[in-house]
């Protein structure tokens, strides 16, 4: 199986406290990955670190060919408590910003990047809120809206902090049916979860993190009880709603 992300005794510390410790993984390509983990275990630190807005204290991150010789092979979508939705800017504006990447040295976008943004805001049922200011949307519209602007961006991996949190029911079964749909035309999704609950519905693969590495697999050998108990404690167990 191909790999799109590995990393090799990845380290990040935030002052003198490891966020996460001696991390290996490897991602394979065209399939959704779940990264799974308690409150503090690293999981968006993990996300950083791939990205490279953390320095590293250790370790490397490696990726797929598309990803290392074009920066517009990642799309990322963070978490919605880290997002100025103050800023004086449309939906349609903010998710037009997904095509800046493609675009010549003072090149500003032009019919073909105006199409791509309605056919994404299409895609997450959002056209009709075009012209609203971002922080006017409630907690799911806004998380459509950044899962737009991902997808107009046309990258080949995409990293998401949550993007279920704060969404409710028949938002997220939309979202991961194109989450799904993005995996089948041959894309790679990493997504930090914390649903214990759908991880064998949604996710092909699973990392399992605690600061370190526990476990990383497909999830039918991963997504153990064993594995969960060791990552999350009894609390793991707990979420599941199963007795240990």
């Known amino acids: 199986m191909e790999t ?21 993984v490897s991602i394979p390509k065209f399939g959704m990955t779940g990264i799974l983990g308690p409150n503090g275990a ?15 204290l250790s370790g490397q991150v490696n990726l797929h060919e598309l990803a290392k010789f074009d920066a517009n092979a990642i799309g990322y979508v963070p978490q919605r408590n880290t997002v100025d939705w103050d800023f004086p800017t449309s939906v349609f504006d903010l998710v037009m910003m997904g095509t800046y990447g493609r675009l010549r040295w003072f090149q500003r976008p032009g019919k073909k990047e105006r199409e791509a943004t309605w056919e994404a ?24 809206v950044f899962l737009a602007r991902a997808f107009v961006q046309r990258a080949s991996i995409y990293l998401m902090d949550e993007p279920f949190a704060g969404v409710d029911a028949s938002t997220e079964n939309m979202l991961i049916e194109l989450l799904h749909q993005l995996r089948d035309a041959g894309n790679t ?3 930090v979860h914390h649903d214990l609950t759908t991880v064998a519905e949604y996710f092909d693969h699973v990392v399992l993190l605690n600061r ?11 997504f153990t009880a064993e594995n969960i108990e060791t990552a999350y404690g009894v609390a793991g167990m707990q979420l599941l709603g199963r007795k240990s």
């Open 4 to 24: 799109a992300i590995q990393t090799h005794q990845l380290t990040v510390a935030y002052g003198a406290q490891p966020a996460i410790w001696n991390v290996d």
């Open 189 to 191: 999704i990493v997504l």
């Open 212 to 222: 370190k590495l526990i476990a990383c697999g497909d999830t039918p050998t991963t």
């Open 42 to 56: 690293g999981k968006s630190t993990f996300l950083k670190a791939i990205l490279g807005t953390v320095p590293k």
């Open 121 to 144: 805001l299409r895609q997450v049922k959002m056209e009709e809120f075009a012209d609203r200011q971002i922080g006017e949307l409630s907690g799911g519209q806004q998380q459509r």
